[in-house]
């Protein structure tokens, strides 16, 4: 972060204005270099949030792993596709189990002052 026009700003940001041009509105830097914390502004290019996201890391990650973070396998079977990303059906079935005994223990529970 640096100080410029009075304000806090990314310095990759700055420099990226400062030496080529101003960023389009409603566009990321991506880091070609993979390098988060570089300021050089020959290693960024300007693009959208989504073409930011599919270039980085993360992505790629989240791919490479079989099995949920409970130990459950990421098979076809037991993994839901929503809106791109895995999901897995053993722990949804738990969580909504989980929520289904907490509604059933609040309905039984006695109203306070029938006593």
Known sequence: MV???????????VVYEYFIVDIPEGLDLDHLCRVR??????????????VNIVRGDAP????????????HP???????VYRGRRF????KRSRQR???????????AVPLGTH
């Open 3 to 13: 100080r410029w026009a009075g304000r806090d700003r990314p310095a990759h940001r």
């Open 37 to 50: 914390r570089c300021v050089n502004p020959w290693h960024v290019e300007p693009v959208t949030r989504q």
């Open 98 to 108: 989980e929520l289904m005994r907490k509604k059933r223990g609040i309905a039984r």
């Open 88 to 91: 897995c059906r053993e722990c």
């Open 74 to 80: 990421y098979n076809d079977v037991n993994t839901i």
């Open 60 to 71: 790629k990650l989240q791919r490479g792993k079989t099995h949920c973070p409970h130990g």
